[in-house]
């Protein structure tokens, strides 16, 4: 089992900056992906960025050059730096761990979100 849980979340103007952070617990050794999702008022869940276990990014358009995705491993931390922020950037931020255990079940693991609020 793998356990998530956000922070960092606020109210910021528009063209500051936050940084996310999320700590997992539990079986980290069998985590191979982690990913930052959002979600915004009447909106889909959309997939912000994500991070492999071997360092590999990987971006949507519209957070691409504005935010960058991290890992402590040894703290068992993720980080989302988010700067140039944006009104349209308003969200419910929400963590997700996918992996598999040496038994070969499939993980698939979310937080309860962190609420980032860009005031124009």
């Known amino acids: 089992q793998v356990q998530l849980v956000e922070s960092g979340g606020g109210l910021v103007q528009a063209g500051g900056s936050l940084r996310l952070s999320c700590a997992v617990s539990?079986?980290?050794?069998?985590?191979?992906?982690m990913t930052w999702y959002r979600q915004a008022p009447g909106k889909q869940r959309e997939l912000a960025a994500t991070?492999?276990?071997?360092?590999?990014?990987n971006y949507s358009e519209s957070v691409k050059g504005r935010f960058t995705i991290s890992r402590d491993n040894a703290k068992n931390t993720l980080y989302l730096q988010m700067g140039s922020l944006k009104p349209e950037d308003t969200a419910l931020y929400y963590c997700?761990?996918?992996?598999?255990?040496?038994?070969?079940?499939?993980?698939?693991?979310w937080g309860k979100g962190t609420l980032v609020t860009v005031s124009s």
């Open positions: 997700n761990a996918q992996g598999r255990t040496p038994r070969g079940y499939d993980i698939n693991a």
């Open positions: 539990g079986s980290v050794f069998s985590i191979h992906t």
């Open positions: 991070i492999t276990s071997g360092g590999n990014t």
